[in-house]
């Protein structure tokens, strides 16, 4: 039998214990998440726990990590990166992503990242440093798409890429933030379709094999 399929399999356990403090951390927050609440989330002993991560904090980078990747895989690739769409059209896919997960019950708990930000950036440097490369590389993501943009002809040679890419990604964060705190759903719904509207402020030239965008996701 393959040893990876088993239940007691390190690596299975070690998944375990990730999605669960991953779970954990974006519903309590990192300090107010303890070992012995992950233990008991993800059924594992003590031992079991120190055999995969040296610390609370060595596990706090990892579900980072973690969330990084999937933020990446989830939202960023299909739309920003890897998608037949014209440049206009993957930047308002990347934000239909967003507001999709904004209005799902995960929604509720607010953004991940901006929710470690707000909890560790003023006490905790490494975690600042890192969070705050997660956030350059989705600014820097969507600055590219502009550029390209810029080149096509889909938006305006006058449109400053960085800083829309920038004041885009502040505005999300701070629509999630509300939708938090209102537990309103419809708060980032709303703020999503006044970006759409920005967006297409910048519209340039329109190609001639863009689809025209009649609606918000």
């Not at 943009?149 to 509300?178: C, H, N, W, Y």
Request: with cysteine.
């Amino acid at each position: 039998m393959d040893s990876r399929s088993t239940p007691t399999s390190p690596i299975k356990s070690r998944e375990k214990i990730l999605a669960r403090a991953a779970d954990l951390i974006h519903s309590r927050g990192l300090n107010h998440t303890s070992i012995q609440d992950i233990l008991e989330a993800a059924s594992v002993t003590k031992s079991n726990f120190y055999y995969h991560f040296e610390s609370k904090e060595q596990l706090g980078f990892e579900v980072l990590a973690l969330r990084m990747r999937q933020f990446y895989l989830l939202a960023i690739e299909p739309s920003l990166v890897k998608s037949d769409l014209e440049p206009r059209q993957r930047v308002h896919a990347f934000l239909d992503r967003l507001m999709a997960h904004g209005m799902s019950p995960a929604g509720e708990l607010g953004c991940p990242f901006g929710n470690l930000a707000q909890e560790t950036s003023a006490l905790h440097e490494p975690m600042r440093v890192a969070l705050s490369a997660m956030f350059r590389a989705c600014t820097e993501a969507m600055e590219k798409c502009f550029e390209q943009g810029k080149e096509t002809g889909a938006f305006r040679a006058d449109m400053p890429s960085g800083e829309v890419a920038e004041f885009v990604l502040a505005q999300i964060q701070g629509s999630f933030l509300l939708r938090k705190a209102h537990k309103d759903p419809l708060v980032l719904k709303r703020n999503v379709e006044m970006l759409h509207a920005f967006i297409d402020g910048w519209r340039g030239r329109q190609p001639h094999h863009e689809a025209r965008r009649t609606e918000h996701g």
